[in-house]
């Protein structure tokens, strides 16, 4: 898993927060705790996947694009983090006469595939307001 999903989702809920759902940059990047070019980053994938739009100029900054009931963490996923849960490297071979060595790394991947499918079925349960509710009763 890496930091852009955590960081989306964050930005998401805090843009349905918001009474007009508008944020800048720079007021993400603060209530993140991150830095504003990373959150323009990552805001531009939401903008691209079509979950917030900007606006230009004085006043203006990133709006939410649809309903936080609508937008789930799935979807999200699918845009910024897909496929992350398995990692980069694996151990083993596959040139090497051990079974085990040769095979590990087959193995893993399926069920580095099964865990992202299963994991984002979970997310598809999970939306931007329902983690504003669970925000909220934490108060």
Not at 81 to 97: A, L, N, R, V, Y
Request: hydrophobic letters at 35%; charged letters at 25%.
């Amino acid at each position: 898993m890496n930091s852009e999903f955590t960081i989306a989702v964050h930005s998401l809920v805090f843009l349905a927060y918001l009474p007009d759902h508008m944020a800048s940059s720079d007021l993400i990047a603060k209530n993140v705790s991150t830095n504003p070019a990373r959150i323009r980053k990552i805001m531009s994938c939401l903008r691209k996947g079509g979950f917030v739009k900007t606006k230009e100029g004085i006043g203006g900054g990133y709006i939410l694009n649809g309903e936080p009931e609508d937008i789930t963490l799935a979807q999200i996923y699918r845009t910024v983090s897909c496929g992350t849960i398995k990692p980069h490297w694996c151990t083993g071979d596959p040139d090497e006469d051990c079974l085990v060595s040769s095979k590990i790394q087959v193995v893993m991947d399926d069920i580095f595939d099964e865990a992202d499918l299963y994991f984002e079925r979970y997310l598809d349960q999970i939306t931007i307001a329902s983690v504003l509710k669970k925000i909220k009763q934490c108060q």
